[in-house]
């Protein structure tokens, strides 16, 4: 219990942080500053904002996804890119071109509409570029799945116990569950 209040002080956290970086990320457009540069960055955090907004459209939960994703690039897990670990066989659900939202999340660019892209879009910088120390779990914390999203739960969520869980505030229904040290 004390770590899960622990989590979710970082995730309260990470979001204020993703709000200042959203907004000198539109300072620094306004006064024509490219905020990110280099194309490959540009490139990376196309790719997690689009894992992020293919998974949910909540603001905390995009939060956590992002850091998943990055526990994944940064251990090398799936792949060493976040482009790798999006194409990554049967991990996201939403970039699986078999789901009925595969060609609209794909199709995501900078300049696509919405604010829950808009949304996912600055959670994926705010979490590319920031440092370690923020990481609201630990590097090991690279799976996750949505109780209420699946047919059948994942095979080797039944041999682990979550380190976070995300519950509507309506019904308590899990909505998220993040896992350590899934192999």
Do not use: C
């Not at 770590?3 to 993703?18: C, D, E, F, G, S």
């Not at 306004?30 to 992020?52: C, H, N, P, S």
């Amino acid at each position: 219990m004390k770590n899960i209040k622990r989590y979710t002080l970082a995730v309260y956290v990470l979001i204020a942080i993703v709000f200042i970086l959203g907004f000198q990320f539109q300072v620094s457009k306004a006064e024509g500053v490219d905020y990110v540069a280099d194309t490959m960055e540009k490139r990376e955090i196309l790719w997690l904002a689009r894992i992020i907004y293919s998974e949910t459209k909540k603001e905390s939960e995009q939060v956590l996804v992002a850091w998943i994703v990055r526990n994944r690039v940064d251990t090398e897990f799936r792949g060493s890119t976040y482009e790798q670990v999006a194409k990554s066989p049967a991990q996201f659900s939403g970039l699986h071109s078999g789901d009925a939202q595969y060609s609209h999340n794909i199709s995501r660019e900078y300049e696509s509409a919405g604010e829950s892209w808009k949304k996912a879009l600055s959670i994926a910088k705010a979490v590319y570029f920031a440092d370690e120390s923020l990481r609201p779990f630990p590097e090991t914390v690279r799976h996750f799945y949505s109780p209420r999203s699946v047919l059948v739960d994942p095979d080797w969520a039944a041999t682990h116990k979550p380190v976070v869980v995300l519950k509507d505030n309506e019904n308590e229904q899990v909505r998220f569950a993040f896992y350590d040290s899934v192999k």
